[in-house]
């Protein structure tokens, strides 16, 4: 028996998840869920990504991580996002920010 190629044993544990289960795990019902994404609070193709116009799937692991950190630490919440993207095999790279130097004009 062949053990899986590395490349798939590598890949990130971020699973997409239905509604169901979404609900499970995060203790909401679907209507919830369904709510918040319709209504922006989950974001599509970050909590939720749409595999055809019937088929949603809740990427657990974010989803839960905002319910933690939604009001507490909403930077905290964007970090993850950030390193979930960097996972991605398209290979998504944050953007660099300029930083401004402090310097006065003479």
């Known amino acids: 028996m062949q053990s899986p190629p590395k490349q798939?044993?590598?890949l990130p544990q971020y699973?997409?998840?239905?509604?169901?289960?979404?609900?499970?795990?995060t203790g909401l019902s679907t209507e919830t869920l369904k709510?918040?994404?319709?209504?922006?609070?989950?974001?599509?193709?970050?909590?939720w990504?749409?595999?055809?116009?019937?088929?949603?799937?809740?990427?657990i692991v974010l989803v839960l991580d905002w319910i933690q950190n939604k009001d507490t630490?909403?930077?905290?919440?964007?970090?993850?996002i950030e390193r979930y993207l960097e996972?991605?095999?398209?290979?998504?790279?944050k953007p660099r920010i300029r930083r401004l130097s402090n310097q006065t004009k003479p």
């Open 8 to 10: 798939i044993a590598s």
């Open 15 to 25: 699973p997409l998840v239905n509604k169901k289960i979404a609900a499970e795990r």
């Open 35 to 47: 709510r918040y994404r319709l209504g922006g609070l989950l974001q599509k193709d970050i909590h």
């Open 49 to 59: 990504v749409a595999i055809n116009s019937r088929v949603i799937r809740y990427n």
């Open 73 to 80: 630490n909403p930077q905290g919440h964007i970090n993850a």
């Open 87 to 93: 996972s991605l095999p398209s290979g998504w790279q």
